[in-house]
């Protein structure tokens, strides 16, 4: 059977005579357009089969993790949402929490009383303490794994108790990210979704159902951001430990100056600006390491420093008692100065 009837007749003959010597002179062939022909209907439902499966995969996710996800009643105008990260351990938002009297609404419209076992401002997290949880805690994946423009799922619970969801995907993410509270998060999570009032504190949901983070507006300019697990497991043990987060301080307030002329010739190259100490505080660390009023820093652990978050920085990933390394000048010589950190009285 030639060709053209195979295929449905009405192609002109080809004539006869030796194998074409260019692919143009290759006799047409026709080939199924799928899109307007059968092969239409067979991508339509391949699509309904793959946006099928996301949407039962979701809604399996939902469920699963929705068990754990609770209401924490805690401030006058609205709860907020929470988890149960752990069996009798709640974690929400720092800013959700503003009165001692705090209510969980848990899975299946139970309400218990919570205690308040710590907060951290700085990465907009608070644990709580209940006596009768939930079936368990929910199922922690891996944040790293996250890739710009994955989808996910933003959980939370509602006043009467309904479980409610937000989809979207991953906005951004970068690594290690310090906030303008000071707080250092392991990455910096930025989400694409709509993240309605009362889901700071719920968690969010990777492809897998996973719970990769706790997410919040209370860190990003009112943007909505994923606190990782990873920051999160560690806030929650030191909190559950010390019912605050220790964070070493120098106490010492500082602005920039250009640093005199004279001086510059004994300073390291292209020095020009230094942080004056504009006020000291009494028995802090900088105080009992005799830094002064009037001095001028300029060096931090063998780095020049031009900016007060140039020593934030140092801060961010130093630990209470290690020791600062720190020069400064005063009446025209420069001074070493060995600082050991503290924490803060509470």
Do not use: C
Not at 143 to 171: K, N, P, Q
Not at 219 to 241: K, Q, S
Not at 320 to 343: F, H, M, N, Y
Request: hydrophobic share 40%.
């Amino acid at each position: 059977m030639r060709i053209e009837e195979q295929l449905g007749g009405g192609l002109p003959s080809q004539p006869s005579g030796p194998p074409p010597s260019h692919v143009a002179d290759a006799p047409f062939v026709a080939i199924p357009d799928p899109v307007h022909s059968s092969g239409k209907g067979f991508l339509l439902d391949m699509t309904n089969s793959i946006l099928e499966t996301i949407s039962s995969e979701f809604a399996a996710a939902a469920k699963k993790a929705g068990g754990s996800v609770v209401a924490v009643h805690a401030r006058r105008w609205m709860p907020t949402s929470g988890i149960e990260w752990k069996k009798g351990v709640v974690v929400t938002v720092h800013h959700g929490v503003q009165r001692d009297d705090i209510k969980v609404l848990l899975d299946g419209g139970r309400t218990v009383s919570a205690k308040l076992a710590g907060r951290d401002p700085s990465t907009d997290i608070a644990v709580l303490r209940i006596e009768e949880g939930s079936s368990g805690a929910p199922q922690l994946g891996d944040s790293t794994s996250l890739r710009l423009g994955h989808l996910v799922l933003a959980l939370g619970r509602t006043r009467r108790g309904d479980l409610v969801a937000s989809s979207g995907i991953i906005g951004g993410i970068s690594g290690e990210w310090r906030n303008r509270r000071g707080g250092q998060l392991d990455q910096h999570i930025r989400l694409d979704l709509a993240l309605y009032p009362g889901f700071s504190g719920g968690p969010l949901l990777n492809a897998k159902g996973e719970v990769v983070g706790i997410n919040t507006r209370g860190l990003g300019h009112g943007r909505a951001v994923t606190v990782p697990v990873a920051t999160v497991n560690r806030i929650v043990e030191e909190l559950l430990e010390k019912g605050h987060i220790a964070r070493p301080y120098l106490g010492i307030a500082m602005q920039p100056v250009e640093v005199p002329e004279n001086m510059r010739s004994k300073l390291p190259t292209q020095t020009r600006v230094g942080l004056l100490v504009i006020h000291v505080e009494n028995g802090a660390p900088a105080e009992k390491a005799g830094v002064l009023l009037g001095d001028v820093l300029f060096e931090v652990g063998g780095k020049t420093v031009e900016h007060v978050d140039a020593i934030q920085d140092s801060l961010s990933t130093a630990k209470i008692g290690d020791v600062l390394q720190v020069k400064v000048i005063r009446a025209g010589e420069i001074k070493p100065v060995s600082i050991t950190l503290g924490e803060r009285a509470r």
